[in-house]
């Protein structure tokens, strides 16, 4: 059966002068039995996957307070000794494993003791949230503990238990709402927004628990790694193992973190921490048991021969000027900025795919083929997100390039070249670490030789070939799904900033409705890379500002060369502009879909990113 687990990993930073070792304090919970529910509704691993995190934990040196089938008073005890337990310079994690559900716009836990719902509607749903856990109430104690590191994991599944299915979930019959937002923040999940995730592998699979569970497990132990590459190389398993037997599970992480890389297994194989035994008090409802005696580190497992993304060595961040022996030994996955204020940039690996869409793509248009196989050659490295707004403006007060006094907005449901209006003020309000908008592909163009010539190094726009192959995020030719994320389009609203529901009302009867139902505050732009990522690591690779390429425009894929390179043939008049944006549909977002410009229109919705030659 598919009772896949969803987890989801809430990482709150704050800074800290104190060099002394942190204490590690977690709360492991597993519920698979509901007393009120029905035997379809009971599950099978949720304590099994528990134990498991209850081990690893201790291995990494955490005083594990482990308890399974808690009804609503135990969670809320033990909630509370693990705040009390927890000092200004502490890391806390906490572990859930069972039902969950979203419950009037927000994410709750179920304790074993909640009840049947009586009728549907907005009534019973307050009824039910007040014998639920928040998760945002999970959050909010360990950020009031004060905690250096706090850690939350949410392991569940898609579909709803309380609407008539077996499987765990967080979220309503479609999948789990996004997680809270607060700075510091960083969330895994282990399916994407909308996915099932699987239980095991098939039925003669004989592993205790979830995919994603015993591979994040075993990722976590693993010296070296810090959260983020944890998150990452968690994904490349999960996804290689899923494929092998036919099914499409892709974990994501969101992050919102602020400070330094955090490693829970050390920075390498010798410092990994050791645990704090405590006096065992055993499991079940309302008891409490501590921690495991302490095991030894993991040695880092060996990386399996699939077309996956994945790593040799944990990836790592260099702040340059690098070295060309510093870069000659960038490995896929590894971050850099060439200079104080550049753009961070990321080694996307080498590797062929299939550029465009079969005719058999649901919402494709006949431009985007036919399929041609596409072989990059060597690693390049890749701007992490677009070019924000803060970015650009030093680009212009350092050449005091002018600015433009017209761009393309939508106003009143309809777009108009309005005068007044500039990547300054592209008629919404823009943070700076927003994408910029409202350049042309003449004024992009300009960024990428200006910060050649900063930094020494050749910055350019990317080549369409190339934004294609790092939007898939895949190294290996072959039948790919519609978005990096899989062909789902109820998932897009955790990966990409789309059109939402806000726009959509706002605009109400103002023209056609192209929106998708996303649920967030990102009406307009959002902060550059607050969604999650695709394989590579890159950000907003669907919407947010969609992106020029560097070429010009051709009506299909036809004439095509195979080694990746910008088409400077065709129609220069016109430029390609790929991703989509935060005004879009879902079919604007299709990896495949492509658009074009007037290189000198600049539009409230079109920005770009960078991409590097690398030195050989």
């Not at 994603?212 to 990452?232: I, Q, Y």
């Not at 050659?377 to 006094?405: C, I, K, L």
């Not at 088409?567 to 991703?579: F, L, M, Q």
Request: aromatic residues 8%; contains cysteine; charged residues 20%.
């Amino acid at each position: 059966m598919f009772a896949g687990a969803v987890a989801l990993v809430l990482i709150c930073l704050a800074t800290s002068a104190a060099a002394a070792p942190d204490r590690r304090v977690a709360l492991v919970i597993g519920n698979d039995a509901y007393v009120h529910l029905g035997p379809e509704r009971q599950l099978r691993n949720a304590v099994a996957d528990a134990r498991l995190m209850r081990d690893t934990l201790a291995g990494l040196g955490f005083e594990v307070i482990f308890v399974a089938n808690a009804d609503r008073r135990t969670l809320v005890d033990r909630l509370s000794d693990l705040a009390a337990r927890v000092g200004r310079d502490d890391t806390a994690f906490v572990y859930f494993a069972g039902h969950g559900v979203a419950l009037s716009g927000a994410n709750y836990l179920l304790p074993s003791d909640i009840p049947v719902p009586r009728a549907a509607g907005r009534g019973e749903e307050g009824r039910l949230a007040e014998h639920a856990i928040a998760e945002a109430s999970v959050v909010e104690r360990l950020v009031q503990a004060g905690a250096r590191v706090s850690i939350v994991v949410l392991d569940a599944c898609r579909d709803n238990p309380l609407q008539g299915s077996d499987r765990r979930a967080v979220g309503g019959a479609r999948g789990l709402l996004p997680g809270a937002s607060a700075q510091g923040l960083f969330s895994i999940y282990a399916a994407g927004f909308g996915q099932s995730a699987l239980d095991r592998l098939g039925p003669d699979d004989p592993h205790p628990n979830s995919v994603f569970t015993r591979v994040f497990a075993e990722t976590l132990k693993t010296p070296g790694l810090d959260l983020k590459a944890v998150a990452t190389e968690t994904r490349r398993r999960v996804v290689a193992m899923t494929r092998a037997v036919g099914y499409d599970q892709f974990p994501a992480y969101y992050d919102q973190i602020v400070g330094g890389d955090v490693f829970l297994a050390g920075g390498d194989a010798a410092s990994a921490p050791v645990a704090r035994p405590t006096q065992p008090q055993g499991e079940g409802r309302d008891r409490v048991a501590a921690v495991a005696p302490p095991v030894a580190p993991a040695a880092p497992h060996e990386t399996e021969a699939t077309p996956a993304v994945g790593f040799a060595a944990p990836p790592k961040m260099l702040a340059g000027p690098l070295s060309d022996v510093q870069e000659r030994a960038l490995a896929p996955g590894d971050r850099f900025t060439d200079c104080p204020g550049c753009p961070e940039m990321i080694v996307v690996p080498p590797g062929r795919f299939g550029m465009g869409s079969p005719d058999t793509e649901p919402q494709r248009t006949a431009n985007e083929g036919p399929v041609q196989v596409v072989t990059i050659a060597r690693p390049v490295a890749v701007g992490r997100s677009e070019v924000t707004v803060d970015q650009y403006a030093a680009f212009v007060t350092a050449t005091g390039r002018p600015t433009a006094s017209a761009c393309y907005t939508l106003e009143d449901g309809n777009v108009e070249e309005r005068a007044g209006r500039s990547w300054r003020d592209p008629g919404f309000a823009q943070a700076g670490d927003h994408p910029v908008v409202c350049v042309g592909w003449h004024d992009a163009a300009a960024y990428a030789a200006w910060l050649s010539q900063q930094t020494g190094r050749a910055y350019r726009l990317p080549s369409e070939a190339e934004w294609e192959y790092a939007a898939r995020g895949v190294t290996a030719a072959g039948p790919a799904p519609r978005y990096h994320f899989g062909d789902d389009a109820a998932a897009m609203c955790g990966y990409a900033n789309a059109a939402d529901l806000t726009l959509r009302n706002a605009l109400a009867g103002r023209g056609p409705t192209l929106f998708v139902p996303c649920r967030d505050d990102a009406v307009y732009t959002a902060p550059a890379g607050r969604y999650a990522p695709n394989a590579f690591g890159l950000f907003d690779m669907h919407g947010n500002a969609a992106e020029w390429a560097a070429d010009c425009w051709n009506d299909g894929h036809a004439a095509r060369p195979g080694d990746g390179r910008a088409r400077t043939d065709g129609d220069c008049s016109r430029r390609v502009v790929r991703g989509g944006s935060w005004v879009d549909d879902a079919r604007r977002l299709r990896a495949a879909a492509r658009i074009m410009n007037k290189p000198d229109d600049r539009s409230a919705i079109v920005g770009f990113r960078v991409v590097r030659d690398l030195v050989r």
